[in-house]
């Protein structure tokens, strides 16, 4: 391992420096672009705990399975808009990233644009989390099928509560690339 | 759909800042709309309802059962502000159907509606419980005071970013869908995108609002 670390810093970055500025953009908007999906990962658990409740409340109680179904869709859909935002800033990345036309430091740049991608993976978190809670509401509402009303209400402002956490990094996201003030 | 549908168009300016936008113009749009149903409803009522006026009393006995569930039948006076911020935002949310920019996919939209929700939070818990309400952000302990403050800054910065977000992705997606997808796909895009995410969202703004405003004033 210190062999090998070793051996890297001494064949040094001089490759790094050699490359055209705008190449080093580039690239570092399309591995920013990969990293932000990783924050997709919480969402696919949330959504499968989800589901697998929704097995669960079709076993517990088959007469109100079309409810049950009602509230396992629901819960899925809302956690998938946590996921909705690294889909959106990846796709800015790609198609309209506004740092490669801006001037400036090539590495500030550089840094700006992986930061970007780094911060979304925080939709992991908020993923999981919205996933939980839809899992827990689909089996209230299976167990007790008459209040669904107050479960549907609890369990989405909730869930909104626990997205405020991706809003943040969304926010961060957004100042890196459109008023970045280290640049 | 243009890569101008994306970015926000100013028609007028006053001292170089945007003063009329595309968003202000669709806003004005969707007022008249409501205003003229409005009139429209209620200029002649009758004992026996027409299609319209029964389809109004359905959506303000909706409203009116809503804020009972959530704020308690006390707070009904809330009804008419509610019925007004869902209205325009579900509205407002389903222009991107016909192609539009949406209003709330506009910061300054959003941010204007939950500065109104902090607003409407603060008064009400000041009015209702007066001293006792500032001391609230003394609690646990006298230092948390600095805590309690950013808390209470982060619900606006949340709820508007919320919504923002959700409508600037489903703009940004739509447009992706329209340059980059076989003919008909959209339809999928908006049935997701733009019907079902702006209702959600109209839905948990209003429900946020409502049990922000009752939770301060308990």
Known sequence: MYVLLQFILDSGFDWLAEQDPMALLLASSALAAGIAMIGRIGTGIGQ?????????????????????TFVMLLSQ?????????????????????????SAGTVIVLVASTLAVGLSMISAFGPGVGQGYAGGQAVEAVSYRPRFSGPILRIFL???????SKVVY??????????????? | MDVTDIQINTYMTL????????????????????FALSILT???????????????????????????????SDKRNFAPYMLALSLYMLIANLTGLVVVRQP??????TFALAAITFVMVHFNGFRMK?????????EPLPFMFPLNIISEIALPISLSFRLFGNMLGSLIIMFMLYHFAPPLAPIIGHAYFDVFAGVIQTFIFVMLTMTFVSLAME
């Open chain 1, 169 to 183: 990094a969304l926010i961060i996201a957004l100042i890196l690339l459109y008023a970045n003030p280290l640049i």
């Open chain 2, 104 to 109: 709330t996919a506009d910061l300054n939209t």
């Open chain 2, 130 to 138: 007066k001293l006792r309400y500032i001391k609230g952000f003394f």
């Open chain 2, 15 to 34: 001292n170089d800042m945007p003063f009329i936008t595309n968003t202000v113009v669709i806003t004005w749009g969707i007022a008249l709309l409501l």
């Open chain 1, 48 to 68: 499968g705990y989800a589901a697998g409740k929704g097995a669960e409340g079709a076993a517990v109680n088959p007469k109100s399975l079309r409810q049950t």
């Open chain 2, 42 to 72: 209620t200029r002649r009522m009758k004992a026996v309802p027409g299609t319209l006026q029964l389809f109004m009393e359905l959506i303000i006995e909706g409203i009116h059962w809503l804020v009972d569930k959530t704020m308690g």
């Open chain 1, 157 to 163: 402002v909730g869930q909104a509560i626990s997205q």
């Open chain 1, 77 to 101: 859909a809302v956690t998938e808009t946590s996921g909705i935002f690294c889909l959106v800033i990846a796709l800015l990345l790609l198609y309209a990233n506004p740092l490669l036309g």
